[in-house]
């Protein structure tokens, strides 16, 4: 296959058309993927997630930036950066904006940012993220960094994507009960405080600390879900707290020290492995939930879903007489109806 | 399944420091339900041609008030070419001199915007020159 070729060859406009081509769920896309899914597996990816402008881009630059030319002796790491903005729910369209922040990376051909629009999922990322990552894994990218939509407290996927997940936080972002909530937090592997040199940076880190102490005594808090084994004592991972000033470039060394030490804490522990088991699971889930949502909704006959929608808004079904009614219409018999809402 | 969206860089090269209109056109193609790249102030045509390619962008339009016009968008055109990116539509808007705009035309940009052109005649012109390219390539 020619482009799969040119993407390993190294050539950047076959890799563009590539993402383009599965951004767009193209078959030809999802052909080239396949040829090249055996070569993935060799990056490091890396989740870059927080509320809107806590300085997620301006950190994955200088994380970059750092890795491009690292002070201490490490080799420097080619970098591949996926950035997700909000598609709109109105139009449709979208205004990716964060290649602004990374106008320090453009010349070098050690880097390849591209932007992405959510395009209706929810959850941080967009649809196609996690191929497009496969891509430039399989392309030859040491490191990937993906940032994700600015995220309130329930847009985990990126933990789910990722091998590393940063949580960005910035001074006056609420109190020790927030930072008790589920969500967000539970998927650090890093938190940095950013913008630390303003006003609250100390109550800040009080609060995270706070937290990681309710949370740590008893080992690592990842959900059972995740099929992430539980490390024995002693090997825990506790994320670190960092402080940095992003658009300064303060504090990044120390973040970059931190990831090389938590790929390398997830290979000693055989973590690594879990991880990408638990990993590639959730992508295979999602891409089974998609494609069985999709062939039931062809196999309904025309406008009965719209009927049903009717019969609710008339309050003649409760929704879950509507879910029993669409899905004893479908091919599949109603016993053993497979759950396809979850 | 077709899930195509029109891809547009929007970038302002060159040293003036006046967004807004690049600006506004952005916000207008976002609400066509267009995917705008905006890379910011003060890029070079190298720059810009880096980031088309990476994005694989269909259209770039270039935002100008420095004057400077007549050197930057051949170099735009210039790298976009020796990327393989020949196919890329480009669009002018800013401060152009009407006699400078035949030039302009004749390197190969699509066309030229002046200060108050309605944003739906840039929309418009955008949707139906990608759709002409791309049934040229079809």
Request: proline letters at 7%; zero cysteines; a negative charge.
């Amino acid at each position: 296959m020619p482009l799969v070729d040119e993407v390993l060859a190294g050539k950047r406009l076959a890799l563009a058309r590539l993402l383009s081509l599965i951004e767009n769920d193209a078959p030809e896309g999802w052909a080239a993927l396949d040829a090249l899914y055996p070569r993935t597996g060799q990056a490091h990816l890396i989740g870059v997630t927080g509320a809107p402008g806590v300085g997620k881009s301006s950190l994955v630059n200088q994380i970059a930036r750092a890795l491009r030319r690292p002070q201490d002796g490490e080799p420097p790491r080619t970098v591949a950066i996926v950035a997700v903005d909000p598609t709109s729910p109105f139009s449709g369209g979208a205004l990716l904006g964060d290649r602004v922040r990374m106008r320090d990376l453009s010349g070098d051909p050690g880097v390849f940012i591209r932007s992405m629009a959510s395009r209706g999922a929810l959850g941080g990322l967009a649809p196609t993220t996690a191929a497009v990552v496969q891509a430039l894994d399989a392309a030859g990218f040491e490191v990937i960094l993906i940032e994700t939509v600015g995220a309130g407290q329930a847009e985990v996927e990126i933990a789910r994507l990722a091998h590393t997940t940063i949580v960005v936080e910035s001074p006056g972002g609420g109190d020790d009960i927030q930072a008790i909530k589920a969500g967000l937090l539970e998927i650090a592997d890093l938190l940095v405080i950013n913008k630390a040199d303003r006003p609250g940076a100390d109550l800040t880190e009080r609060a995270l600390r706070s937290m990681l102490e309710l949370g740590y005594p008893h080992g690592h808090h990842r959900p059972e879900a995740w099929a992430v084994a539980e490390p024995p004592p002693g090997e825990t991972w506790v994320p670190p707290i960092l402080r940095t000033v992003a658009t300064e470039g303060k504090g990044i060394a120390e973040v970059v020290q931190a990831l090389h030490a938590h790929a390398a804490y997830l290979r000693a522990t055989s973590r690594w492995h879990a991880r990408e088991q638990a990993r590639l699971k959730d992508i295979l889930d999602h891409m089974l939930q998609a494609a069985l949502l999709a062939r039931w909704q062809a196999s309904l006959p025309q406008g009965h879903y719209q009927e049903v929608v009717q019969r609710l808004l008339r309050r003649e079904l409760s929704p879950h007489q509507a879910l029993e009614a669409l899905l004893n219409l479908s091919p599949f018999p109603s016993a053993e109806t497979p759950r396809l809402i979850p | 399944m077709d899930q195509r969206k029109i891809r547009v860089l929007i970038a302002k090269p060159g040293l003036d420091g006046h967004d807004r209109g690049a600006k506004i056109v952005a916000r207008a193609l976002r609400d066509a339900g267009m995917e705008v790249i905006y890379t910011g102030l003060r890029q070079t045509p190298e720059m810009i041609a880096e980031a088309a390619l990476q994005e694989d962008v269909d259209v770039v339009g270039l935002s100008i008030l420095s004057g400077a016009h007549m050197t930057l968008v051949p170099r735009v055109l210039e790298l976009l070419r020796a990327n393989g990116q020949e196919h890329v539509l480009v669009f002018v808007g800013g401060i152009i001199p009407e006699e400078d705009v035949p030039a302009l035309l004749a390197m190969g940009v699509k066309a030229v915007y002046g200060p108050g052109t309605p944003t739906q005649t840039i929309v418009e012109d955008i949707r139906r020159a990608v759709l002409e390219a791309q049934g040229s390539v079809a």
